[in-house]
């Protein structure tokens, strides 16, 4: 038996584009051992999702293997009959997508997805699907198997979803386990919990796995090994801590530089400039020296072969040697001072007062209870109601991020929509520079709230697909009554302010990255000068380095402005390095505030101490790294 749960050699992957071919993936060569976890990380684009797909031998129509071999468990993929490679799917190798949300059918029982493929490859009858379908839900942590079977999706939480996924993907005893970014959907506590998990089946299935993910803190917690790739080719690899404390590519140094790290001392994230290369492009030289601080001529024009450094790990960088004690950039010890808590004096721009937001739970049937009064019976309407905002109160003032944390569900979302009236409370008041929105008229209402903005989550559905970038930002001066000419000159000067420029004015969203979408997103928030800005989940759907450039831009614009903002995040080193005060929220309520500092070393509540132990951390190796 071979040693090898996965061997990828050689592996070239193209799919069909409009002008012709497109080599997505080039000589990927990787391997998993027996009861190791290999992680394989990079940016959005750089080919992860592609390699899992062929190493599973699922990619879509039109793509195509022009080169190399996969082998699991010794078996070449592409070699077998369709009837081979469906057993070898079946039995050897399970996948766990993405999005338990998404990936489950809402329509069916979690059970019968469980068991429907233990009656397929493994030719059980139905009472003996239903008995390892109970006995995988257990092994995967799940206190009540039979109740979790009979569940439909939408009654599970993102966890129990995730680990009736990953119960699905060991049904088959598989020998290899590939995880395409299995936490990125999930709260920090909920992470750690898979993550756990994880190890657990590793050490007593003996389980190899192939872990994908943006996450370096993840990565450096579960991966014995690490591929880092680029643009579709492998620049790095090598045992994790190795990689991740002596990083000789300059793509890897330059992902460790812009992790925000969950600390008191801050320094500059240093995010990697420019995006991605066009995958159609002819490459001359190497792919990152349009990106690289380090690149010289040579670099553009000689494409360096993966050689084995110093220090064991095999890299692509001509410069490794000499560059192995160089940090990403030399500026990277500039120090951001955290601010001192804003006077009594400092004027209050936003103050919600023992605000409440009340839901009413379920549908009108689920209300509806039957109760017998002698021999007559009596029907009652008895809604379930949801605090989601259960009395809270909350000074922002002038210049002051705030950031607000808390597990989904927690209520933060809702309390930030109540502060610039996009949901109206059911209690308490807001007030925006001492004026209550809800008694205010609707003429002074809107006067009120162009001080007060929102930038969403998700630009790609905050952003209307049909219209310019010109026409995004430019509708909210045009509400205020901005013409033409005037409006033009206006959001070219937004577009300068988030570092976009003019040039960007006529392009439509889907011809922008991620990164860029969001700073239109911001653009269009800045567009009426307001003094406070909800920022609710603005940089998690975003790859680190592009996080790391929003992020400083917001600390930019807040020191130039005197901005103030709300900031909603689940991540925890994100709220540490921009916020100057934190709040916690559970089930509706502010559990506990302070200044940042005192939260991270000493946190009051013990539920702000289980968030922060619960983050993933991969600072000794940011400091090794000399990032």
């Not at 995988?136 to 966890?159: C, F, N, W």
């Not at 205010?440 to 929102?454: F, G, V, W, Y």
């Not at 577009?495 to 653009?523: D, T």
């Not at 680190?544 to 614009?557: F, M, R, Y």
Request: net charge neutral; proline share 5%; glycine share 8%.
């Amino acid at each position: 038996m071979t040693d090898l749960a996965l061997s990828v050699e050689g592996l070239s992957v193209s799919f069909e584009g409009d002008g012709g071919r497109v080599r997505v993936l080039h000589d990927v060569s990787m391997k998993v051992e027996r009861g190791r976890v290999l992680g394989v990380v990079g940016e959005s684009g750089s080919g992860k999702s592609t390699a899992a797909l062929a190493v599973l031998g699922l990619l879509d129509k039109g793509a195509a293997i022009d080169a190399g071999k996969v082998l699991v468990g010794g078996r070449d993929l592409y070699a077998a009959t369709d009837e081979e490679r469906r057993q070898l799917r079946g039995g050897k190798v399970s996948l766990v997508f993405q999005d338990p949300f998404t990936t489950l059918n809402p329509a069916i029982r979690v059970g019968k997805q469980i068991a429907e493929p233990l009656m397929m490859h493994r030719s059980m009858d139905e009472a003996q699907a239903e008995a390892e379908t109970l006995r995988l839900l257990a092994e995967v942590g799940i206190a009540d198997p039979a109740r979790m079977a009979a569940s439909y999706p939408h009654q599970l939480s993102g966890g129990m979803k995730q680990r009736a996924l990953i119960a699905s993907a060991l049904g088959c005893d598989p020998d290899l386990l590939i995880l395409d970014e299995p936490t990125t959907a999930l709260d920090v506590t909920i992470e750690a919990q898979i993550l756990d998990l994880l190890e657990d089946l590793r050490r007593t299935r003996q389980l190899s796995i192939l872990f994908i993910s943006h996450n370096l803190g993840v990565v450096s917690r579960i991966c014995d090994d690490i591929c880092v790739l680029y643009a579709g080719r492998v620049v790095e690899q090598g045992p994790t801590d190795v990689v991740l404390s002596q990083p000789r590519h300059p793509y890897t140094k330059g992902l460790l530089a812009s992790l925000p790290s969950l600390s008191v001392e801050r320094q500059r994230l240093q995010p990697i400039p420019g995006r991605l290369p066009d995958t159609r492009a002819q490459l001359k030289g190497c792919i990152f020296a349009p990106r690289c601080h380090f690149a010289q001529p040579r670099c553009s024009s000689e494409i360096q072969e993966l050689h084995t450094a110093q220090n064991g790990t095999r890299n692509r960088c001509w410069r490794s040697a000499e560059l192995a004690d160089t940090p990403w950039r030399a500026e990277v010890g500039e120090e951001v001072a955290r601010r001192a808590p804003p006077s009594s004096d400092a004027p209050i721009i936003v103050d919600a007062v023992d605000v409440e937001r009340e839901f009413r739970s379920g549908g009108v049937f689920d209300a509806l209870t039957l109760r017998w009064n002698g021999w007559r019976p009596e029907m009652a309407y008895r809604p379930r109601v949801v605090n989601a905002v259960d009395h809270v109160s909350l000074t922002i003032r002038e210049g002051e991020i705030v950031g607000l944390v808390g597990e989904s569900g927690s209520g933060k979302t809702t309390l930030g929509r109540c502060m610039i009236d996009l949901v109206s409370p059911t209690g308490g008041e807001v007030r925006i520079e001492g004026q209550t929105l809800l008694s205010a008229s609707r003429s002074r209402k809107r006067t009120l709230l162009r001080n007060a903005q929102i930038i969403f989550q998700n630009p790609d559905s905050s952003l209307n697909p049909r219209k310019t970038v010109r026409e995004i930002v430019g509708r909210p001066l045009a509400q205020i009554g901005l013409g033409g000419a005037e409006r033009d000159k206006r959001v070219d000067e937004l577009l300068e302010l988030v570092r976009l420029g003019s040039r960007y004015a006529e392009r439509y969203p889907h011809q922008m990255s991620g990164g860029e979408k969001q700073r239109v997103g911001i653009a269009r928030a800045l567009a009426t000068k307001p003094k406070f800005i909800v920022c609710d989940e603005a940089v998690s759907a975003l790859d680190v380095s592009v996080q790391a450039s929003i992020l400083n831009l917001l600390v930019d614009l807040r020191d130039e402005f005197g901005l103030a903002y709300l900031f909603i995040t689940h991540d925890l080193s994100v709220v540490s390095y921009i916020a100057d005060r934190i709040c916690v929220m559970k089930n509706g309520k502010l559990v506990e505030q302070g200044r940042t500092e005192d939260i991270l070393e000493a946190p009051q509540h013990p539920y702000t101490a289980a968030l922060l132990a619960a983050v993933p951390r991969v600072n000794q190796h940011r400091r090794a790294a000399g990032a």
